[in-house]
């Protein structure tokens, strides 16, 4: 059973560019959110979808946008980067929108130059 | 303001050495507090849910304890395997969680 896959695992951009991280939920689950994660910090909620809606939104610019397919996978797009939107970015799945036991991809190492 | 806050931020331990880490917490309409594990590299893995105060659970070497303002995660006889950051979340009425800064701890052989 595969767990929360994500991709790429690492990209590089420059400032003013846009990108899409991708993510895959673990099977069975219906709810996906992402994380970001600076170096040296704890997770900050980005926001989360369930039934291809955005259900909540962490404090993140309209910059950071995503999206949920009918199949439960899901983007994570941003546009205008900033430098300082490197960081890893965690794509976690949970079975319950409800449930704070989440279920963690490897994450995407975005470097904004 | 929602706030969790972790010490120390990191922590040195011989094999076999027990300890505790702390995560004390301002969360209004706390749902739940959650302990993570995270390697370097990948992403947090779940340890403990504690819902109200008093409650305690346990894994292996390790035991998640909550009272009203702080959580405590006890180490027993740690290994060099027990190794990792330990992250402390709050979850909120909205849903999502309010994770620390995490505790860097490194057991030595």
């Known amino acids: 059973d595969a767990g929360v896959t994500q991709s790429p695992t690492h990209l590089i951009k420059t400032r003013g560019q846009q990108v899409t991280l991708r993510c895959s939920p673990k099977s069975g689950h219906d709810t996906v959110s992402w994380y970001q994660q600076a170096l040296g910090q704890g997770p900050q909620f980005i926001f989360q979808y369930y039934e291809e809606e955005e259900r909540q939104r962490g404090n993140f610019p309209d910059r950071f946008s995503g999206h949920q397919f009918p199949n439960y996978s899901s983007e994570l797009n941003v546009n205008a980067l900033l430098l300082g939107d490197s960081a890893l970015y965690l794509c976690?799945?949970?079975?319950?929108?409800?449930?704070?036991?989440?279920?963690f991809g490897e994450g995407s190492r975005l470097t904004v130059l | 303001e929602d706030q969790v806050t972790q010490s120390p931020e990191a922590l040195r331990l011989q094999e076999g050495e027990s300890s505790s880490l702390n995560c004390s917490y301002t969360?209004?309409?706390?749902?739940?507090l959650f302990w993570y594990r995270q390697d370097p590299g990948k992403g947090p893995e779940f340890l403990f849910t504690?819902?109200?105060a008093g409650e305690e659970k346990e894994k292996e070497r390790l035991k998640a304890t909550l009272t009203k303002k702080e959580s405590f995660l006890h180490i027993t006889a740690p290994k060099p395997e027990d190794s990792a950051t330990y992250l402390c979340?709050?979850?909120?009425?909205?849903?999502?969680?309010?994770f620390g800064t995490g505790t860097r701890l490194t057991v030595i052989p």
């Open positions: 504690l819902y109200s």
């Open positions: 976690a799945s949970s079975f319950d929108r409800a449930t704070g036991e989440l279920f």
């Open positions: 969360v209004s309409g706390l749902r739940g």
């Open positions: 979340a709050g979850q909120t009425g909205a849903n999502n969680l309010f």
